[in-house]
Each structure stands twice: as structure tokens, then as C-alpha cells.
Nanobody, 131 residues
Framework: QLQLVESGGGLVKPGGSLRLSCTASGSSGGISDYQYFAIAWFRQNPGKGREAVACISSIDGTTNYADSMKGRFTISRDNAKNTAYLQMNSLTPEDTAVYSC???????????????????WGQGTQVTISS
């Protein structure tokens, strides 16, 4: 498993942008194994279930997005820094949530990604979109 720490959340006006980071440490085989972990972002508001946002696969880096995020959000990763990113553009108040990253070893996001598949989770970072 990995230990994951999110950063980059904050208060942004509608139409603005944010970049979230998810930095990993402590994989059982050494952090060089980071490339073998898929990384996904999920978000949650109080009283609502967790919603899938985006995922980037292990090994080949295939990406997948929830429909409402396509064209606005971009997930990427820098394996040399053990960090994944979520670039969020054209933000609306409906994007307000706690955003959490999650990791799963040897996982492809190519066709789907669901929270129950992921075994390591960060604490989350608050994103608030308000004028």
C-alpha cells in the first residue's frame, strides 16, 4: 500500500482553475514501484456518496474521466516525483467538494474505475468554488 497526501485545494471563483497534487510514499517494494500503481481522484460532499472524478492507469498511463469532468479536468502523473496531478479548469460551484486521491496496484482505468477497487486513500483536500 501507499501513503497518499493531497495538496492544492482552496477557494476559487467560478470559472477559475486549480491543480491538485497527490504525493505518495511507502510502497512495500520501495517507492520505485509507484509506476505500478493506478491513481484515481474521487470527490465527496456532505450527505452525498463519493463520486469518481478521474483515473490514470499503472504502466501505460491510460486515463479515464467521469462524463461531467471530460474536457475540464486533466489527470497526469510524474513517476519520478511519485506524484499525480489533477488540473481542474472552468470550475463551477457544483465542483465544490473534498477531493481525495486513491491508489491501486496493477490496475487499468481504461474501461472503468470504482472506489471499491482502490486500497490506499489520502485524507482529502477541500475545494470550494464560490464568488
Amino acid at each position: 500500500q501507499l501513503q497518499l497526501v493531497e495538496s492544492g485545494g482552496g477557494l476559487v471563483k467560478p470559472g477559475g482553475s486549480l491543480r491538485l497534487s497527490c504525493t505518495a510514499s511507502g510502497s512495500s517494494g520501495g517507492i520505485s514501484d509507484y509506476q505500478y500503481f493506478a491513481i484515481a481522484w474521487f470527490r465527496q460532499n456532505p450527505g452525498k456518496g463519493r463520486e469518481a472524478v478521474a483515473c490514470i492507469s499503472s504502466i501505460d498511463g491510460t486515463t479515464n474521466y467521469a462524463d461531467s469532468m471530460k474536457g475540464r479536468f486533466t489527470i497526469s502523473r510524474d513517476n519520478a516525483k511519485n506524484t499525480a496531478y489533477l488540473q481542474m479548469n472552468s470550475l463551477t460551484p457544483e465542483d465544490t467538494a473534498v477531493y481525495s486521491c486513491a491508489a491501486k496496484e496493477y490496475y487499468s482505468c481504461a474501461y472503468y474505475f470504482v472506489e471499491g477497487d482502490f486500497t490506499s486513500w489520502g485524507q482529502g483536500t477541500q475545494v470550494t468554488i464560490s464568488s
